[in-house]
């Protein structure tokens, strides 16, 4: 047998190790993984669908992107609970649960008859879906052996952005079949079915239902609730005041360009953030004094771990600008019917090079190392994002596609180093939760990101278009006129300076992407005799 097909079937090796029941329960356990990543980026392709259905206004952008960031947040926060709750009350009950609450949030979003609805499903669905992926690894740690579970973590990581990879394809798809005005719903919709067949699957064997319960006292200590209070406090009030800090000008009552509506919580923007930090700093205080911390803070005492959390942080702050952009564009300069299928064909070149250069981001790394691996994978999303730049200068969203295959391709290069280099730098007994804070924060990294990136450009965008003189009908003139009036505006000088913006903005991703090079270089290299 070959090499690379050796490397490649190497996370898979552990589980024929095992009987027909455990594997059966792994594989539900994935399928549900794979589902609640699924919805992490399938919003990509359905926002444009979206803002036209519910009637949003286009430029209260820094509202709409919560029906991204409300997953986000809720998915990252339920990670570590979840994880440990399943300890305590068992995996089978952790597993239902944590599906039931992704369930409904589904429903929640297919029904929603408005953007606040619809932001308040998308939290409860993120945090069922974030819940699934450490009771799965847990799982992990149940039925293999200490020796094995690494290899089978990283499949369990791997289903997982495998998952939140081709969530812009599949939303694609479905709306291109479906074909209806509202065909964003039947995403959730379909949920339903696929959420019950895991289920069901869980529910066949007997392996997954196995856990040593603690004793109620035991119980109580060591479900950090306080630490999961904190932490969403911060990194809500951080957020929330990030993304309402691009009003300038005006009066707190008046409106912004474009139509759009000024942020109710725009006065309280510094306020806000001052809350974050405050119980930012409280959380860290309260970590390191609790017997069963939310987050074990020891792990960032080791210098290797905290660098390649630090880049994998400006990781997903650089990724998610073209998740949530790309959609943008197309919405601005594609006919509203060709809108969700133009999205996914933009999106195609970006998330399946991401995916294939995971994959052969691992076989680099063997050869190279990690470090080598996670700059050029860095280099190549700046060169990507300044193709992505000078590609949209025409306004011919066409033009974006190679710079879109070049920053995917360097994603997807970065995962494996950034990955292993976390997993490698903690000790033993602690990969799992190592591997887990991997994702967490990358994925802060993009809440972060898509929060800061968006209130500078709402600034900007205010700044260019907020002075321009209102169009009014003028005496005489008809009304067919004036519409012709108000379209010529809009294609000469509205649409092309807010495409400068969203340039902008992918130049910023580039620049963040750079600057993560420093924190992979102070992550060094593998020790020699490290084992794997």
């Given amino acids: 047998m070959s090499r690379p097909f050796n490397r490649f079937a190497a996370p898979f090796a552990p589980l024929a190790e095992l009987d027909r029941s455990a594997r059966r329960s792994i594989a539900a356990a994935l399928m549900a993984v794979f589902i609640g990543a699924l919805d992490l980026t399938v919003i990509a392709t359905l926002l444009p669908g979206i803002v036209g ?9 820094d509202r709409y992107v919560w029906i991204v960031n409300g997953y986000l947040l809720a998915y990252v926060v339920s990670i570590p609970i979840v994880g440990r709750a399943s300890d305590l009350v068992g995996r089978q009950a952790a597993f239902a649960g944590s599906l039931a609450i992704f369930l409904v949030g589904s429903i929640w979003c297919a029904v929603a008859p408005s953007m606040g609805w619809l932001i308040a499903g998308r939290a409860v669905q993120g945090v069922g879906g974030g819940a699934l992926l450490p009771v799965a690894m847990a799982l992990v740690g149940d039925l293999l052996p200490a020796h094995r579970r690494a290899a089978a973590l990283g499949l369990v990581g791997a289903v997982d952005t495998l998952g939140w990879v081709l969530g812009p394809l599949w939303g694609a798809l479905i709306v291109s079949v479906a074909g209806t005005h509202a065909a964003w719903r039947w995403v959730f ?21 196995r856990v040593t319960r603690p004793g109620h006292i ?39 360009a474009l139509g759009g509506t000024r942020n109710p919580l725009s006065e309280y923007t510094f306020r806000l953030i001052a809350v974050g930090i405050v119980f930012g700093a409280i959380f860290v205080w309260w970590e390191r004094r609790v017997k069963y911390p939310l987050l074990p803070l020891r792990l960032f005492t080791r210098r290797r771990f905290s660098w390649a959390i630090l880049a994998n ?55 190279q190392g990690e470090r080598p691996v996670a700059i050029a994978g860095l280099i190549l999303v700046a060169i990507g994002y300044a193709a992505l730049w000078l590609g949209l200068h025409s306004g011919d ?15 997807g ?39 800061a990136l968006t209130s500078l450009g709402v600034a900007r965008l205010q700044t260019l278009v907020g002075d321009l003189e209102a169009i009014v009908q003028l005496p005489g003139e008809t009304t067919a006129e004036f519409f012709a009036r108000q379209s010529e505006f809009l294609y000469t000088t509205v649409i092309p300076l807010t495409l400068q913006v969203v340039r902008e903005t992918f130049l910023l991703a580039g620049v963040i992407a750079l600057v993560a090079i420093v924190p992979v270089w102070a992550m060094g290299e593998r020790r020699a005799g490290a084992s794997d």
Avoid: H, K
């Fill in 413 to 451: 290069m970065v995962v494996a180093p950034i990955g292993a280099t976390v997993i490698d730098a903690a000790p033993p007994e602690e990969r799992g939760i190592a591997a887990g804070l991997t994702l967490v924060f990358r994925l802060l990294g993009m809440t972060v990101s898509i929060s």
């Fill in 397 to 411: 969203y066409v033009g974006m596609t190679p710079g879109l295959a070049l920053a995917g391709a360097g994603f």
């Fill in 218 to 256: 035991q119980w109580r200590r060591r479900l950090d609730l306080v630490g999961v209070m904190l932490l969403s406090i911060c990194l809500l009030a951080i957020n929330l005041g990030l993304s309402a800090g691009g009003e300038v000008g005006g009066a707190p009552t008046g409106g912004r």
């Fill in 189 to 209: 919709i379909l949920n339903l079915p696929l959420g019950l067949i895991a289920f069901l699957a869980i529910r066949r064997t007997t392996s997954y239902r």
């Fill in 313 to 367: 942080f400006m990781a997903g702050a650089s990724l998610i600008v073209a998740m949530v952009d790309v959609p943008v564009v197309v919405t601005l300069v594609v006919d509203p019917a060709q809108i969700s299928t133009v999205t996914a064909l933009m999106m195609a070149p970006f998330t399946l090079l991401m995916a294939i250069l995971s994959l052969g981001g691992g076989m680099l790394v063997a050869r």
């Fill in 53 to 61: 259905d519910l009637q949003i206004n286009t430029a209260d952008i």
